[in-house]
């Protein structure tokens, strides 16, 4: 049985950092495009960065995704965090040959971590 968890979330002021982790179990992720979403109260969910290098315009330059393939784990580092960055953050498998863009086409999903920003 495949499982993803998400951990590292917790509440920052803006301009502080956080580290997201996203561990994998019942499946080695050392080949499988991770990405990470998030969904902030009353909108939808939203693609945030996928392990293939894919970062959405508003956190270029500020979030970075890497990987310990030992520890079949993906990392989201989160610098210079902004009070609207506040949201659950989510980390999910994406199907080969999917879009990073579509949620669809993720098959495993952690249930999240809460990431709060004050300002």
């Known amino acids: 049985q495949v499982q993803v968890a998400e951990s590292g979330g917790g509440s920052v002021q803006a301009g502080g950092s956080l580290r997201l982790s996203c561990a994998a179990t019942g499946r080695s992720i050392r080949t499988d495009a991770v990405g990470w979403w998030r969904q902030a109260p009353g909108k939808e969910r939203e693609f945030v960065a996928s392990s293939r290098q894919y970062y959405i315009d508003s956190v270029k330059d500020r979030f970075t995704i890497s990987r310990d393939n030992a520890k079949n784990t993906v990392y989201l580092q989160m610098n210079s965090l902004k009070p609207e960055d506040t949201a659950v953050y989510y980390c999910?498998?994406?199907?080969?040959?999917?879009?990073?863009?579509?949620?669809?086409?993720?098959?495993?999903w952690g249930h999240g971590t809460q990431v709060t920003v004050s300002s």
């Open positions: 999910a498998i994406q199907r080969w040959g999917g879009s990073y863009l579509k949620s669809a086409d993720y098959i495993y």
